[in-house]
C-alpha cells in the first residue's frame, strides 16, 4: 500500500478508534495486514471482495476498539490506585475533600431537583396553570379569583380547556371518636379534569353532583351530599375499611351539622391535596360557584391548557376577556385584569430564591473542594516530575502520560464522590425532617436517579478538571534538561499555580462566610422584631363549636370565658385571632363628618380580655371589659397605632368616633401595633371591636396567659370546656412561644444551613492554605537553614512562613469582597434588617477568615522554626 | 522464565478465535496476514478473523507469555511471532480438553455414527 493511497489513509483514520499505546504496538502491522486482505480481495476482480473486507474490518473495529480503551483505563485505575496506596496521606485528604463537596451538592441538589425541578406529579403537569385576578394599577397586586368572574371564564375561554374553582375551609367531623378537625377542599366541577386521578376506592363526584349550588338562595351554604376522602384521612379515622364507602359521615362546617355520604377514597400521593397555601387538605366536596359573588376574590382557579395552546395565547385571549367584564361589570371588575401563571412556578415561587441561594453555596462549597483537589494533586505531580520526565525520554508519549494523571485525579474524585452520594443519601432525610414547614414538595425529595446522574457527572468533571490542571501545571516536560529537572526547577513546578487557587479558595470562602453573617443578621433582626404583644406563658387552644351554638356565640364566649378565667394558674383569657395566623378581612372604613374617601382597615372581633392575654400594649385609653356588652351604646373600638396613624395624621383618637358596616363605634383605647399576620410584615391597620357587638359567627381562637407552664392548664381548660359542651373539638394547642418560634424557623434555617456551608469552605480553604504553607516550607528548607546560619531568628523564619499566607489571604479578602459586594444586590431579597453591604458583617468576615489563615499556618510556621541549619545545610 | 512456574490450566478455557491463533503457530512463527489466512483457510472461511480482534489476541498472548515476537522473520513493518513452550502447554492442554469433551459426546452418543468410546 502507498503511503499516500486512499485505502490507507482511511484505515489510519480508523485506527485512530484504538487508544494511541495500541496503534503505536500494532498499528503498522495492521495496516500492512490490511492490505495484504484488500489485495488479496481485489485480485479476483469481485468488488464486492473488496467492500466485505472493509465492512468486516469496520464492524470489527467497532466492536473492539472499546474494549482495548477499557483495557487501557482499567490498567491506568489500576496504576492509579497502586500510587495512591503508597501515598494514604494524599488519598485520605483527597477523598474527604471531595466527598464533603460533593455530598453536600448532592443533598442540595436532591431538594432543588424536587422542589424546583422535577414536573409535579400530575399527568402534564406542564399544561396547568394558576389564574389570579390582578387588582388595578397602581397596586396590581395579585388576588384570588372571583366565583362569578370564574364562572364568566369558564363559559368564554377557548384556551384552556378545563377550569376549576378550589376553596378551603375547615371541617368538623363528628360521630365516633373525638371530634377533629380537618382541612376539605370545596371544588367545582372540572376538578378532576385538571387534576386527573383514579380513586383508590370507591368514585369520584359525579357532574350532578357538581351541579347543586355551593350556597342556596338564602345565603346559606347548601348541603353538600358527597365527600371524597384522602388516602391518610380513610386509614386514620376509618381504619382503611372498603364498607366505608356508601356510608354517612357527620361534619360540621359553619352552618348546622351536615351529614355526607362518603363515595370515595382518593390516591395516597395525589398532588392535588396540596394546592392550598395554608395545608393538606383531607377531603373533598363539590358544589357549583356562586354567580352572585362577584367581589370576593379569595378563592383558587386552576385550569388546563387546550391542546395546541400556550400560556401566552391562553394570557392573551384572558386579558381580552377581562377587558370584556371590566366592561360589562364596572363596579365590580373596573381595572381588574387576569393573570396565568404555570402551576409549578406559583407552588415554589416563595422558595425559589432560598433553594438557588443554597445550591449557589454548596456550588462554592464544591468550587473550593475541587480547589484542594487540584492543589493536592500539582504538590504530587511535581514529585513525580522526574520520573515522568524520564518516561517521556523513554518513549512514553505526553498523551499516555497525561490520561495516567487524569485517570489518577478521577479515581480519586470517583472515590470520593461514592462516598459523598453515601453522605447525601444519609443527611436528605435529616435535612428534610430538619426543614421549616411551608417548603413545598419535601415529601418529593430523596435521593433518586436524577441526583446519582448529577453526583457522577460533577465527580466525573471535578476529576478531569483537577487532573488537567495538575498536569499542565507541570510544564514543558520535554525540554527539560535533567539539571533543570532535579534543581531548583523542580519546585516552582505549580507553585504559583497553587498560589493562585489558594487565593480563589479564600475568595469564595469569604463570599460565603459574608452571606452567612448576613443570614445570622437578618435571624438577629427578625427575633428583634417588635411584636407588640409578650408572648411568654400564652396558649392558644383553636375551638370548633358545633351547630347548637349557632345564635348563641355570646352565651358560649361567656360560658367559656367564666370557666376558664376562673381556673387556677390563668391570669387572663379572651377569645379572638391568634398572632401570625391568617385572617381579618379588610373593611371599609370612613371617619363620620369627614369628605374623604374610606378607608380598607382589617376589623379584629376579640373579647373583654382577650388583649390582656395577648400582652398587648396600651398606649391610651382601655381595653374592652364588661360594660362593652352587645347592647352598649355608643358601641366602642380599640385602634392599633397604625390606624390612629392612618386615620388621624398626628392626632388624638381616643374618645373621636369611625363609621363602618353601617354603624358608628367610639375608640375607646389605642394600642401598639401588634404583629397579627406575617412576622416580616409590618402591622397593618388594624379596628377591635368587641365580639359581642358583632354579628360574625367566627369563636376561633381562645387566648390564656397564665402564671406558670401555660401547658400545664390545658387538662383543666379541656375539662372546664367539655363542662359546658362535650362535643365542642379544641384543635391547635400551641404556645405563642411555639408559634413564635415556627415563625422564625425559615430564616433559622437559612442561617444554619449558611452557616453551616459556610463553616465547610472555611474548613476547606484552611485545609488550601495549610497545604501551601507546608509545601513551602518544605521546599524553603535550605533557604531557612542558610538564613538560620547568618543569624535569622526563629520570630524571623515564622515572618517568613507568615508574609507567605499574607500573600494569599491578602489578594483573597480583596477579591472575596469585591465579589461579595458584586452579589449583594443578588442576596438584597434574601435578608431582611440588614444592608447586603453591612460593613459589620464584611469586618467580621475578614477576621474570621484571617484567624482561620493564622491556624492553618501555625502547624507549618512552627516546624520552620525547629529547622535544624545543620541538617538543612546538608540536606539541601 | 516465569511460564515454566505457572500451570496451563490457569489459562483454560481458551476462546475459540484464540485457540485457532494458538493452532497456527503450531507448526512454526508467523506474521499476522499469515495467521489471519490460515485460520480463514482451516475453519472454510467459518473463522473470519479482522485485524482488530487478531491484534487484540495477540496482545492479549503476548502479555500472558503464550507468544514471543520471533527476531528471526520480522521486517520493517512486519513482527513474526511463535510459540513459547508455555504457549504450546496451554495450546496442548485445550487440545486436551476439547478431545476430553468429545469423547464423552461420542459416549452419550450425541455425534451419530461414531458409536461408542
Redesign the interface.
Known amino acids: 500500500m502507498r503511503p499516500s493511497s486512499r485505502p490507507e489513509r482511511w484505515f489510519r483514520a480508523l485506527l485512530g478508534l484504538?487508544p494511541a499505546e495500541?496503534r503505536g504496538?500494532?498499528g503498522?502491522?495492521?495496516?500492512?495486514?490490511?492490505r495484504?486482505?484488500r489485495d488479496a480481495a481485489a485480485s479476483t476482480g469481485r468488488r464486492t471482495r473488496v467492500a466485505r473486507v472493509w465492512l468486516?474490518?469496520v464492524?470489527?473495529?467497532a466492536?473492539?476498539?472499546p474494549?482495548?480503551h477499557l483495557d487501557v483505563l482499567g490498567r491506568d485505575v489500576g496504576f492509579a490506585i497502586r500510587v495512591l496506596r503508597r501515598r494514604p496521606a494524599l488519598a485520605v485528604t483527597a477523598i474527604f475533600t471531595v466527598a464533603v463537596a460533593v455530598g453536600l451538592n448532592a443533598s442540595v441538589f436532591s431538594v432543588v431537583n424536587a422542589v424546583l425541578l422535577r414536573s409535579l406529579p400530575i399527568e402534564d403537569s406542564d399544561q396547568l396553570v394558576r389564574i389570579f385576578e390582578v387588582s388595578p394599577a397602581p397596586d396590581s397586586e395579585l388576588q384570588g379569583a372571583s366565583s362569578a368572574n370564574f364562572v364568566d371564564w369558564a363559559a368564554r375561554t377557548r384556551t384552556l380547556d378545563a377550569m376549576t374553582l378550589v376553596g378551603g375551609d375547615d371541617l368538623t367531623l363528628l360521630g365516633s371518636g373525638d371530634p377533629e378537625r380537618i382541612l376539605a377542599m370545596e371544588v367545582s366541577d372540572g376538578f378532576f379534569k385538571v387534576f386527573p386521578t383514579q380513586p383508590r376506592a370507591g368514585r369520584l363526584f359525579t357532574a350532578d353532583e357538581a351541579q347543586q349550588p355551593a350556597r342556596t338562595a338564602s345565603g346559606r351554604r347548601a348541603q353538600a351530599r358527597s365527600i371524597l376522602l384522602s388516602h391518610d384521612l380513610w386509614l386514620r379515622r376509618f381504619g382503611g375499611r372498603s364498607d366505608v364507602i356508601g356510608t354517612t359521615v357527620r361534619v360540621q362546617r359553619f352552618g348546622p351539622d351536615e351529614t355526607l355520604e362518603v363515595i370515595g377514597v382518593l390516591e395516597p400521593d395525589f398532588a392535588g391535596r396540596d394546592l392550598l397555601p395554608w395545608g393538606r387538605a383531607e377531603a373533598w366536596l363539590v358544589g357549583a360557584p356562586d354567580v352572585g359573588q362577584r367581589r370576593a376574590r379569595y378563592l383558587n382557579a386552576f385550569g388546563r391548557l387546550a391542546p395546541g395552546a400556550s400560556l401566552h395565547s391562553a394570557q392573551a385571549e384572558f386579558d381580552v376577556i377581562a377587558g370584556q367584564l371590566g366592561a360589562a361589570y364596572p363596579k365590580e371588575n373596573g381595572g381588574y385584569g387576569v393573570r396565568l401563571a404555570p402551576l409549578l412556578d406559583t407552588i415554589v415561587k416563595d422558595v425559589r430564591r432560598q433553594l438557588w441561594f443554597l445550591f449557589g453555596a454548596a456550588f462554592c462549597v464544591l468550587l473550593i473542594g475541587c480547589a484542594n483537589l487540584a492543589n493536592l494533586l500539582i504538590a504530587h505531580e511535581s514529585t513525580y516530575r522526574p520520573d515522568l520526565a524520564t518516561r517521556l525520554a523513554l518513549g512514553a508519549s505526553r498523551a499516555r502520560l497525561l490520561r495516567q494523571s487524569v485517570t489518577q485525579s478521577v479515581t480519586l474524585a470517583v472515590l470520593g464522590g461514592g462516598v459523598g452520594l453515601l453522605m447525601a443519601i444519609l443527611t436528605v432525610p435529616t435535612l428534610v425532617a430538619a426543614a421549616p414547614p411551608g417548603i413545598p414538595r419535601l415529601d418529593e425529595v430523596h435521593t433518586d436517579v436524577g441526583v446519582v446522574a448529577f453526583t457522577i457527572v460533577v465527580s466525573l468533571l471535578a476529576g478531569v478538571g483537577c487532573g488537567l490542571t495538575a498536569h499542565f501545571s507541570l510544564g514543558r516536560l520535554e525540554r527539560q534538561t535533567s539539571s533543570r529537572l532535579y534543581g531548583a526547577d523542580r519546585r516552582s513546578g505549580g507553585r504559583r499555580l497553587r498560589r493562585i487557587i489558594a487565593v480563589a479558595e479564600i475568595a469564595i470562602a469569604l463570599v460565603l462566610a459574608v452571606a452567612a453573617g448576613l443570614m445570622v443578621q437578618t435571624f438577629r433582626a427578625v427575633a428583634a422584631l417588635p411584636l407588640g404583644y409578650d408572648p411568654a406563658q400564652v396558649i392558644a387552644v383553636g375551638l370548633a363549636p358545633g351547630e347548637s351554638w349557632n345564635r348563641r356565640k355570646n352565651e358560649l364566649e361567656a360560658g367559656i370565658l367564666d370557666r376558664v378565667a376562673a381556673l387556677p394558674g390563668v391570669r387572663s383569657a379572651g377569645i379572638g385571632t391568634r398572632p401570625l395566623s391568617p385572617g381579618g378581612f379588610g373593611t371599609s372604613i370612613e371617619v363620620p363628618g369627614r369628605g374623604a374617601p374610606e378607608v380598607s382597615i382589617s376589623v379584629d372581633p376579640v373579647t373583654p380580655g382577650f388583649l390582656e392575654a395577648l400582652g398587648a400594649h396600651l398606649a391610651k385609653g382601655r381595653f374592652f371589659d364588661q360594660t362593652d356588652t352587645a347592647n352598649a351604646a355608643p358601641r366602642s373600638a380599640v385602634l392599633n397605632e397604625a390606624a390612629v396613624r392612618l386615620l388621624w395624621p398626628g392626632g388624638d383618637a381616643v374618645g373621636r368616633f369611625i363609621r363602618f358596616d353601617e354603624r358608628e363605634v367610639q375608640i375607646v383605647g389605642v394600642l401598639a401595633d401588634v404583629r397579627r399576620g406575617e412576622l416580616e410584615t409590618a402591622p397593618a391597620p388594624t379596628v377591635y371591636v368587641p365580639s359581642s357587638q358583632t354579628q360574625t359567627f367566627r369563636v376561633n381562637n381562645l387566648l390564656i396567659r397564665t402564671v406558670g407552664d401555660p401547658k400545664a392548664v390545658i387538662p383543666a381548660v379541656r375539662a372546664a370546656i367539655r363542662g359546658l359542651d362535650p362535643t365542642l373539638a379544641l384543635t391547635r394547642i400551641e404556645t405563642l412561644d411555639e408559634t413564635l418560634h415556627q415563625a422564625r424557623a425559615p430564616r433559622r434555617f437559612m442561617m444554619q444551613l449558611a452557616g453551616i456551608f459556610s463553616i465547610l469552605a472555611l474548613a476547606l480553604a484552611m485545609l488550601g492554605i495549610y497545604g501551601v504553607a507546608a509545601g513551602s516550607v518544605i521546599e524553603r528548607v535550605p533557604e531557612i537553614g542558610i538564613r538560620m546560619t547568618c543569624g535569622a531568628t526563629t520570630g524571623h523564619v515564622v515572618g517568613i512562613v507568615a508574609r507567605q499566607v499574607a500573600w494569599i489571604v491578602g489578594p483573597g479578602i480583596l477579591i472575596g469582597v469585591t465579589g461579595a459586594a458584586a452579589l449583594s444586590g443578588t442576596i438584597a431579597g434574601l435578608v431582611f434588617g440588614v444592608k447586603p453591604t453591612d460593613p459589620a458583617t464584611y469586618l467580621t468576615a475578614c477576621v474570621s477568615l484571617m484567624a482561620a489563615a493564622l491556624a492553618a499556618c501555625a502547624f507549618p510556621a512552627r516546624r520552620a522554626a525547629a529547622i535544624d541549619p545543620v541538617v538543612a545545610l546538608r540536606e539541601g | 522464565m516465569e511460564s515454566r512456574q505457572r500451570d496451563p490450566a490457569g489459562c483454560l478455557p481458551l476462546t475459540p478465535a484464540l485457540f485457532h491463533v494458538l493452532l497456527s503457530l503450531v507448526d512454526g512463527q508467523k506474521h499476522g496476514y499469515a495467521i489471519l489466512k490460515e485460520v480463514a483457510e482451516r475453519s472454510d472461511g467459518s473463522v473470519a478473523l479482522s485485524t482488530g480482534t487478531l491484534y487484540g489476541i495477540i496482545k492479549r498472548l503476548l502479555a500472558d507469555g503464550l507468544i514471543t515476537q520471533s527476531a528471526l522473520g520480522s521486517t520493517d513493518r512486519r513482527n513474526a511471532y511463535r510459540l513459547t513452550a508455555f504457549g504450546r502447554k496451554v495450546a496442548l492442554g485445550e487440545a486436551e480438553r476439547l478431545e476430553s469433551l468429545l469423547r464423552t459426546a461420542r459416549v452419550k452418543k450425541l455425534i451419530p455414527g461414531t458409536g461408542g468410546a
Open positions: 484504538f495500541f504496538d500494532f503498522d502491522e495492521m495496516a500492512a495486514d490490511f495484504d486482505q468486516r474490518t464492524a470489527d473495529f466492536r473492539r476498539a474494549l482495548e
